[in-house]
């Protein structure tokens, strides 16, 4: 009976011997264990595509209970990295992503979505002026509106309740959706005007409305007065561009007085030619006389007379005069 007693007693001395031990490992263990320096606010950060990329610690991590100097330090020499490298802009595309952040032997990870609730932007005309017939499907709707988003789109312009053929005025629906299924509807007014005669013409322009909104308008215009206009300014130019060659003026008749410092098509002769006279003009029965630069004795004489009209005049003793093809009047 003792000796079971002895036998007992040992195996709680074993039994105490191994809890002491491992009490003071544990308390051991804690004594040197290093803070935990890394708390993380959150473990899962959640982003708007377009948000750029913040790589503040602070943003990650709860520094509240920390002492200031490992504080400063933490945020000094910690640090942090993506999995995912950014290219070409500072904010990730829609998806999951790690990010890290070390310090000394600690190391936590954040996981970083990037998500596009927001859906695409419509903006451009409130309404459009459509000429009646018009094929909408070869319509350039497009070219009035802008879409802008993030994230590819796809536009589509319904058309199904506007009536092309009767004019009146109807309803088309812009339609954007991008590639995280955020849809954006738009609705314009078109309205379907008459078409313009055989005479007329259509113009559009895109004007500005009172609300500071935009409309493309449709106007027609006579083409006879678009065609009158042009053929007149193209009148107006060839009036202004050529000149008619009057010999009745003194301009003409200077400009048609051969030069003797410089060459001249007009035959050369000992005066200077005088211009044939108009017989159109009020000064018809008025003859130019030679200038008396040339030679005295080629000079007219008032009483050796010639005839309008005659290609060769008799001028006794001081030989012939005629008229060359210039309509001047030259000595032979």
């Known amino acids: 009976m003792k000796g079971k007693i002895l036998n007992n007693c040992k195996k709680y001395w074993y039994v105490i011997g191994i809890l002491v031990i491992a009490f003071i490992t544990t308390g051991f263990i804690v004594l040197n264990k290093e803070p935990d320096y890394l708390v993380l606010k959150n473990e899962t950060v959640k982003v708007e595509l ?102 590819k789109v796809e536009t589509k312009f319904d058309t199904s309740a506007v009536d092309s053929n009767t004019v009146n005025s109807y309803v088309l629906k812009i339609n954007a959706k991008d590639e995280s299924k955020n849809i954006a509807v738009k609705k314009v007014t078109v309205n379907i005007v008459q078409a313009p005669l055989q005479d007329e013409e259509v113009v559009s322009e895109t004007v500005s409305n009172a609300d500071g909104s935009t409309s493309v308008k449709t106007v027609t215009k006579k083409k006879a007065t678009a065609e009158s206009n042009s053929n007149s300014n193209s009148s107006s130019n060839n009036s202004s561009n050529s000149k008619s060659p009057n010999n009745g003026t003194s301009s003409n008749s200077s400009s048609n007085k051969p030069n003797s410092g410089s060459s001249s098509s007009t035959k050369p002769n000992n005066s200077t030619s005088t211009n044939k006279p108009n017989t159109n003009s009020s000064n018809s029965t008025n003859t130019s006389k030679p200038n008396n630069g040339g030679s005295s004795g080629n000079s007219y004489k008032p009483d050796e007379s010639f005839k309008d009209g005659d290609s060769t005049i008799e001028g006794g003793s001081w030989g012939n005069w005629r008229w060359d093809e210039n309509g001047n009047m030259v000595f032979d």
């Open 50 to 151: 377009g948000t750029k990329f913040d790589s503040n610690l602070e943003t990650y991590l709860n520094t509240k209970k920390l002492k200031n100097d490992i504080k400063k330090d933490i945020l000094k020499n910690a640090k942090i990295s993506v999995d995912t490298k950014l290219k070409g802009s500072d904010y990730y595309g829609v998806g999951d992503y790690k990010v890290t952040i070390s310090y000394k032997n600690q190391k936590e990870v954040v996981e970083y979505k990037v998500v596009d609730t927001t859906a695409p932007v419509i903006t451009g005309v409130e309404s459009i002026d459509i000429v009646q017939g018009t094929d909408l499907s070869a319509y350039d709707f497009a070219s009035l509106f802008t879409v802008s988003d993030l994230a």
